[in-house]
Protein backbone atom coordinates (compact mmCIF):
# COMPACT_ATOMS: atom_id res chain seq x y z
CA UNK A 1 0.00 0.00 0.00
CA UNK A 2 2.45 2.74 -0.90
CA UNK A 3 2.04 5.94 -0.94
CA UNK A 4 -1.31 5.30 0.75
CA UNK A 5 -2.41 5.42 4.62
CA UNK A 6 -0.47 2.46 6.71
CA UNK A 7 -2.51 -0.31 7.33
CA UNK A 8 -2.85 -1.80 10.46
CA UNK A 9 -4.63 -5.43 12.07
CA UNK A 10 -6.05 -5.74 14.98
CA UNK A 11 -7.54 -9.36 15.98
CA UNK A 12 -9.34 -10.46 18.25
CA UNK A 13 -8.52 -13.31 20.27
CA UNK A 14 -9.98 -13.28 23.50
CA UNK A 15 -13.13 -15.58 24.49
CA UNK A 16 -12.89 -19.29 25.70
CA UNK A 17 -14.54 -21.42 22.78
CA UNK A 18 -16.64 -23.54 25.00
CA UNK A 19 -18.70 -25.10 22.11
CA UNK A 20 -15.15 -26.59 21.46
CA UNK A 21 -15.26 -29.04 24.36
CA UNK A 22 -13.83 -31.16 25.83
CA UNK A 23 -10.61 -29.97 23.98
CA UNK A 24 -11.09 -25.98 24.54
CA UNK A 25 -10.03 -24.79 27.81
CA UNK A 26 -9.60 -21.39 29.65
CA UNK A 27 -6.06 -21.99 28.63
CA UNK A 28 -6.48 -23.44 25.40
CA UNK A 29 -9.54 -21.95 23.93
CA UNK A 30 -10.60 -22.42 20.22
CA UNK A 31 -8.22 -19.29 18.58
CA UNK A 32 -5.55 -21.74 19.81
CA UNK A 33 -6.95 -24.54 18.33
CA UNK A 34 -6.19 -26.45 15.11
CA UNK A 35 -9.25 -27.14 14.13
CA UNK A 36 -9.29 -25.91 10.33
CA UNK A 37 -6.02 -27.36 9.72
CA UNK A 38 -2.64 -28.19 11.30
CA UNK A 39 -1.82 -24.63 12.75
CA UNK A 40 -3.70 -23.04 15.27
CA UNK A 41 -6.68 -20.82 14.12
CA UNK A 42 -5.04 -17.62 15.64
CA UNK A 43 -1.83 -18.29 13.57
CA UNK A 44 -3.60 -18.61 10.42
CA UNK A 45 -5.15 -15.77 11.01
CA UNK A 46 -1.83 -13.81 11.10
CA UNK A 47 0.07 -15.81 8.13
CA UNK A 48 -3.13 -14.86 5.97
CA UNK A 49 -2.41 -11.24 6.62
CA UNK A 50 1.17 -11.37 7.04
CA UNK A 51 1.69 -9.46 3.19
CA UNK A 52 0.08 -6.81 4.22
CA UNK A 53 0.41 -5.79 7.81
CA UNK A 54 3.84 -5.98 8.89
CA UNK A 55 4.77 -7.04 12.23
CA UNK A 56 4.64 -3.80 14.08
CA UNK A 57 1.64 -2.60 12.73
CA UNK A 58 -0.08 -6.04 14.04
CA UNK A 59 -2.30 -5.98 17.18
CA UNK A 60 -3.54 -9.41 18.51
CA UNK A 61 -6.47 -7.82 21.39
CA UNK A 62 -6.61 -10.61 24.46
CA UNK A 63 -7.11 -10.95 28.23
CA UNK A 64 -3.66 -11.61 30.50
CA UNK A 65 -4.45 -15.12 31.04
CA UNK A 66 -3.70 -15.59 27.29
CA UNK A 67 -0.49 -14.03 26.91
CA UNK A 68 1.69 -17.02 27.54
CA UNK A 69 -0.63 -19.47 25.91
CA UNK A 70 -0.89 -16.64 22.47
CA UNK A 71 2.73 -16.72 22.17
CA UNK A 72 4.16 -19.75 22.67
CA UNK A 73 1.73 -20.92 19.97
CA UNK A 74 3.03 -17.90 18.03
CA UNK A 75 6.31 -17.87 19.11
CA UNK A 76 6.78 -14.69 16.03
CA UNK A 77 5.24 -12.32 18.25
CA UNK A 78 5.78 -10.65 20.72
CA UNK A 79 4.79 -9.08 23.84
CA UNK A 80 4.34 -5.85 21.76
CA UNK A 81 1.97 -6.83 19.80
CA UNK A 82 -0.43 -7.74 22.67
CA UNK A 83 -2.94 -5.40 23.72
CA UNK A 84 -4.39 -7.22 26.65
CA UNK A 85 -7.82 -6.33 28.16
CA UNK A 86 -7.65 -5.68 32.00
CA UNK A 87 -11.06 -7.08 32.06
CA UNK A 88 -13.55 -8.59 28.67
CA UNK A 89 -15.91 -5.83 28.15
CA UNK A 90 -17.13 -6.88 24.43
CA UNK A 91 -15.60 -5.52 20.99
CA UNK A 92 -16.60 -1.84 21.17
CA UNK A 93 -14.26 -0.97 24.25
CA UNK A 94 -11.53 -3.05 23.28
CA UNK A 95 -11.28 -1.71 19.64
CA UNK A 96 -11.98 2.02 20.94
CA UNK A 97 -8.93 1.07 22.93
CA UNK A 98 -7.26 -0.30 19.67
CA UNK A 99 -7.98 2.45 17.40
CA UNK A 100 -6.84 5.15 20.21
CA UNK A 101 -3.36 3.62 20.50
CA UNK A 102 -3.09 3.58 16.68
CA UNK A 103 -3.96 6.91 16.27
CA UNK A 104 -1.31 8.09 18.76
CA UNK A 105 1.07 6.17 16.41
CA UNK A 106 0.24 7.00 12.82
CA UNK A 107 -2.78 9.30 12.74
CA UNK A 108 -4.02 8.44 9.35
CA UNK A 109 -3.84 4.85 9.24
CA UNK A 110 -6.73 2.49 8.31
CA UNK A 111 -7.44 -0.12 10.96
CA UNK A 112 -8.69 -3.54 9.83
CA UNK A 113 -10.15 -5.67 12.73
CA UNK A 114 -10.19 -9.34 12.16
CA UNK A 115 -10.88 -12.35 14.43
CA UNK A 116 -8.68 -15.27 15.49
CA UNK A 117 -10.92 -18.25 14.59
CA UNK A 118 -12.58 -17.53 11.34
CA UNK A 119 -11.42 -19.92 8.29
CA UNK A 120 -11.35 -18.31 4.69
CA UNK A 121 -10.18 -19.59 1.56
CA UNK A 122 -8.56 -18.61 -0.54
CA UNK A 123 -6.02 -16.34 1.26
CA UNK A 124 -5.43 -14.37 -1.80
CA UNK A 125 -8.64 -13.70 -2.38
CA UNK A 126 -9.02 -12.43 1.08
CA UNK A 127 -5.96 -9.96 0.98
CA UNK A 128 -6.52 -8.97 -2.45
CA UNK A 129 -10.66 -7.46 -1.03
CA UNK A 130 -9.48 -6.42 2.12
CA UNK A 131 -6.75 -3.98 0.31
CA UNK A 132 -9.38 -3.07 -1.63
CA UNK A 133 -11.97 -2.31 1.07
CA UNK A 134 -8.88 -0.16 2.77
CA UNK A 135 -7.94 2.48 -0.22
CA UNK A 136 -12.04 2.68 0.07
CA UNK A 137 -11.87 3.46 3.82
CA UNK A 138 -9.02 5.67 3.14
CA UNK A 139 -10.92 8.32 0.81
CA UNK A 140 -14.32 7.79 1.89
CA UNK A 141 -13.64 7.84 5.70
CA UNK A 142 -16.53 5.36 5.94
CA UNK A 143 -16.68 2.17 8.40
CA UNK A 144 -16.83 -1.09 6.31
CA UNK A 145 -17.72 -4.11 6.83
CA UNK A 146 -17.58 -7.30 4.46
CA UNK A 147 -20.51 -9.12 4.29
CA UNK A 148 -20.50 -12.97 2.62
CA UNK A 149 -23.36 -14.52 0.58
CA UNK A 150 -25.48 -16.55 2.56
CA UNK A 151 -24.87 -20.13 1.57
CA UNK A 152 -27.91 -22.12 3.92
CA UNK A 153 -30.18 -20.19 6.14
CA UNK A 154 -28.23 -19.87 9.19
CA UNK A 155 -29.86 -18.79 12.76
CA UNK A 156 -26.55 -18.51 14.56
CA UNK A 157 -25.34 -15.30 12.34
CA UNK A 158 -26.08 -11.86 12.08
CA UNK A 159 -27.32 -10.31 9.08
CA UNK A 160 -26.64 -7.40 6.71
CA UNK A 161 -29.75 -5.89 4.89
CA UNK A 162 -28.04 -4.30 1.71
CA UNK A 163 -28.92 -0.61 1.02
CA UNK A 164 -28.12 1.25 -2.23
CA UNK A 165 -24.81 1.10 -4.04
CA UNK A 166 -22.44 3.80 -2.86
CA UNK A 167 -21.23 6.02 -4.81
CA UNK A 168 -17.77 5.35 -3.65
CA UNK A 169 -18.17 2.55 -6.19
CA UNK A 170 -15.52 -0.76 -5.73
CA UNK A 171 -19.12 -2.98 -5.61
CA UNK A 172 -19.61 -1.30 -2.04
CA UNK A 173 -22.81 -0.75 -0.64
CA UNK A 174 -25.16 1.15 2.19
CA UNK A 175 -26.04 -0.87 4.95
CA UNK A 176 -29.66 -0.64 5.35
CA UNK A 177 -29.78 -2.39 8.36
CA UNK A 178 -28.04 -4.76 10.51
CA UNK A 179 -30.57 -8.15 11.67
CA UNK A 180 -29.66 -9.85 14.92
CA UNK A 181 -30.08 -13.56 14.87
CA UNK A 182 -33.03 -14.49 12.85
CA UNK A 183 -35.14 -17.50 13.17
CA UNK A 184 -35.63 -19.91 10.28
CA UNK A 185 -37.92 -18.38 8.56
CA UNK A 186 -36.43 -15.30 8.20
CA UNK A 187 -33.14 -16.80 7.49
CA UNK A 188 -34.72 -18.96 4.95
CA UNK A 189 -35.87 -15.68 2.92
CA UNK A 190 -32.73 -13.77 3.38
CA UNK A 191 -31.61 -17.10 1.41
CA UNK A 192 -33.94 -16.59 -1.63
CA UNK A 193 -34.07 -12.57 -1.53
CA UNK A 194 -30.39 -12.27 -2.23
CA UNK A 195 -30.45 -8.80 -0.09
CA UNK A 196 -29.32 -9.94 2.85
CA UNK A 197 -25.55 -10.90 4.00
CA UNK A 198 -24.16 -12.76 6.75
CA UNK A 199 -22.45 -10.46 9.01
CA UNK A 200 -18.40 -12.05 9.01
CA UNK A 201 -17.29 -9.27 11.54
CA UNK A 202 -15.01 -8.09 9.06
CA UNK A 203 -14.54 -4.50 9.30
CA UNK A 204 -12.00 -1.68 7.84
CA UNK A 205 -11.82 1.98 8.36
CA UNK A 206 -9.73 4.59 9.58
CA UNK A 207 -8.61 4.58 13.10
CA UNK A 208 -9.54 8.28 13.40
CA UNK A 209 -13.06 8.05 11.66
CA UNK A 210 -14.00 4.77 13.37
CA UNK A 211 -12.73 7.33 16.91
CA UNK A 212 -15.25 10.09 15.64
CA UNK A 213 -17.84 7.83 15.13
CA UNK A 214 -17.64 6.95 18.75
CA UNK A 215 -17.73 10.27 19.61
CA UNK A 216 -21.15 11.30 17.30
CA UNK A 217 -22.96 7.99 18.50
CA UNK A 218 -21.51 6.19 21.70
CA UNK A 219 -20.70 8.84 24.53
CA UNK A 220 -20.75 5.84 27.10
CA UNK A 221 -17.39 5.04 25.85
CA UNK A 222 -16.35 7.97 24.35
CA UNK A 223 -16.41 9.94 27.49
CA UNK A 224 -13.50 7.27 28.62
CA UNK A 225 -11.34 8.33 26.05
CA UNK A 226 -9.69 10.90 28.67
CA UNK A 227 -8.38 8.24 30.60
CA UNK A 228 -6.99 6.00 27.77
CA UNK A 229 -5.26 9.63 27.28
CA UNK A 230 -3.78 9.55 30.77
CA UNK A 231 -2.35 6.11 30.43
CA UNK A 232 -5.20 4.92 32.06
CA UNK A 233 -6.11 1.71 30.60
CA UNK A 234 -8.17 -0.23 34.01
CA UNK A 235 -9.83 3.05 34.40
CA UNK A 236 -11.20 2.65 31.21
CA UNK A 237 -12.02 -0.84 31.44
CA UNK A 238 -13.51 -0.06 34.72
CA UNK A 239 -16.03 2.29 33.67
CA UNK A 240 -16.66 0.83 30.14
CA UNK A 241 -19.88 -0.79 29.01
CA UNK A 242 -19.92 -4.70 28.02
CA UNK A 243 -20.89 -4.18 24.75
CA UNK A 244 -20.41 -4.90 21.03
CA UNK A 245 -18.89 -2.77 18.04
CA UNK A 246 -21.81 -3.65 15.91
CA UNK A 247 -24.38 -2.39 19.08
CA UNK A 248 -22.13 0.78 19.90
CA UNK A 249 -21.06 2.08 16.62
CA UNK A 250 -22.25 0.13 13.09
CA UNK A 251 -25.76 -0.14 14.15
CA UNK A 252 -26.27 3.88 15.09
CA UNK A 253 -23.88 5.14 12.15
CA UNK A 254 -25.35 6.74 9.43
CA UNK A 255 -21.76 6.04 7.60
CA UNK A 256 -21.05 2.42 7.15
CA UNK A 257 -20.90 0.49 3.76
CA UNK A 258 -20.88 -3.07 3.14
CA UNK A 259 -18.41 -5.38 0.44
CA UNK A 260 -19.02 -8.60 -0.74
CA UNK A 261 -16.39 -11.43 0.33
CA UNK A 262 -14.91 -12.80 -2.77
CA UNK A 263 -13.83 -15.82 -0.90
CA UNK A 264 -15.27 -18.77 1.32
CA UNK A 265 -15.44 -17.60 5.01
CA UNK A 266 -16.45 -20.15 8.13
CA UNK A 267 -16.72 -18.79 11.93
CA UNK A 268 -16.12 -22.08 12.92
CA UNK A 269 -18.63 -21.81 15.86
CA UNK A 270 -19.33 -25.32 16.60
CA UNK A 271 -17.96 -29.30 16.14
CA UNK A 272 -20.32 -29.50 13.29
CA UNK A 273 -18.54 -26.72 11.36
CA UNK A 274 -15.27 -28.55 11.65
CA UNK A 275 -17.09 -30.69 9.11
CA UNK A 276 -17.50 -27.93 6.60
CA UNK A 277 -13.80 -26.61 6.93
CA UNK A 278 -11.87 -30.36 6.94
CA UNK A 279 -11.50 -32.85 4.39
CA UNK A 280 -13.69 -35.66 4.54
CA UNK A 281 -13.35 -39.03 3.37
CA UNK A 282 -15.51 -40.21 0.89
CA UNK A 283 -18.09 -41.39 3.58
CA UNK A 284 -18.04 -38.13 4.65
CA UNK A 285 -16.07 -38.50 7.84
CA UNK A 286 -13.68 -36.04 9.27
CA UNK A 287 -11.18 -38.25 11.28
CA UNK A 288 -8.85 -35.91 13.95
CA UNK A 289 -5.61 -38.31 15.27
CA UNK A 290 -6.17 -41.97 16.36
CA UNK A 291 -9.62 -42.56 14.83
CA UNK A 292 -10.77 -45.55 12.92
CA UNK A 293 -14.30 -45.56 11.40
CA UNK A 294 -16.17 -48.70 10.61
CA UNK A 295 -19.48 -48.30 8.62
CA UNK A 296 -19.72 -44.86 9.56
CA UNK A 297 -21.35 -42.09 7.47
CA UNK A 298 -20.96 -38.03 8.37
CA UNK A 299 -19.02 -38.91 11.55
CA UNK A 300 -16.53 -35.77 12.97
CA UNK A 301 -13.87 -37.92 15.25
CA UNK A 302 -11.50 -36.08 17.16
CA UNK A 303 -9.05 -38.09 19.20
CA UNK A 304 -6.24 -35.67 21.39
CA UNK A 305 -5.65 -38.72 23.96
CA UNK A 306 -6.26 -42.46 23.46
CA UNK A 307 -8.01 -43.54 20.74
CA UNK A 308 -11.76 -43.14 19.37
CA UNK A 309 -13.29 -46.58 17.55
CA UNK A 310 -16.76 -45.58 15.64
CA UNK A 311 -18.84 -48.31 13.82
CA UNK A 312 -22.21 -48.70 11.98
CA UNK A 313 -23.35 -44.66 12.99
CA UNK A 314 -23.78 -41.89 11.19
CA UNK A 315 -23.87 -38.02 11.54
CA UNK A 316 -21.84 -38.00 15.10
CA UNK A 317 -19.44 -36.17 16.56
CA UNK A 318 -16.78 -37.90 19.08
CA UNK A 319 -14.16 -36.02 20.66
CA UNK A 320 -11.46 -37.67 23.23
CA UNK A 321 -9.65 -34.88 25.26
CA UNK A 322 -8.46 -34.47 28.58
CA UNK A 323 -9.48 -38.09 29.81
CA UNK A 324 -13.46 -37.26 28.68
CA UNK A 325 -15.20 -38.57 26.41
CA UNK A 326 -17.99 -36.57 24.18
CA UNK A 327 -20.49 -38.02 21.39
CA UNK A 328 -23.13 -36.08 20.30
CA UNK A 329 -25.60 -35.85 17.15
CA UNK A 330 -23.80 -33.79 14.98
CA UNK A 331 -27.10 -31.63 14.80
CA UNK A 332 -27.33 -30.63 18.35
CA UNK A 333 -23.55 -29.50 18.66
CA UNK A 334 -24.73 -26.15 18.49
CA UNK A 335 -26.58 -27.13 21.92
CA UNK A 336 -22.81 -27.69 23.74
CA UNK A 337 -22.93 -24.79 26.09
CA UNK A 338 -26.19 -25.40 27.95
CA UNK A 339 -24.67 -28.96 28.01
CA UNK A 340 -21.75 -27.68 30.11
CA UNK A 341 -24.22 -26.15 32.63
CA UNK A 342 -25.35 -29.22 33.23
CA UNK A 343 -22.01 -31.23 34.06
CA UNK A 344 -20.24 -30.74 36.99
CA UNK A 345 -17.06 -28.65 37.23
CA UNK A 346 -13.99 -31.16 37.32
CA UNK A 347 -15.93 -32.30 33.83
CA UNK A 348 -16.57 -28.53 32.47
CA UNK A 349 -12.85 -28.12 33.15
CA UNK A 350 -11.24 -31.63 32.80
CA UNK A 351 -7.44 -29.54 31.80
CA UNK A 352 -7.62 -28.08 35.73
Known amino acids: MSGEPPLWAVVLAGGVGSRFWPVSTPRRPKQLLPL ?101 AAQQHLLF ?73 TPEIASLLPLLAREDVAGFFERAPTISVDQAVLERSDRVGVLRATFRWDDVGTWDAVGRVRAADAAGNVPVGDVHLLDAERCIAWAEDGSIVVFGASDLVVVRAHGVTLVAPRERSAELKELLARLPERLRSPEA
Open 36 to 136: GGVQPLLAETLERIAPLVPLPRLRVLTGAALADPILSAVPELGPENLLLEPQPRGTAPVLAWAAFTIVRREPDAVMASLHADHVITPAAAFRELLAAVARL
Open 145 to 217: TIGVEPAYPETGYGYIRLGPRLAAGGGAYEVAEFVEKPDRAAAEAYLRGGNHLWNSGIFVWRAATFLQELERH
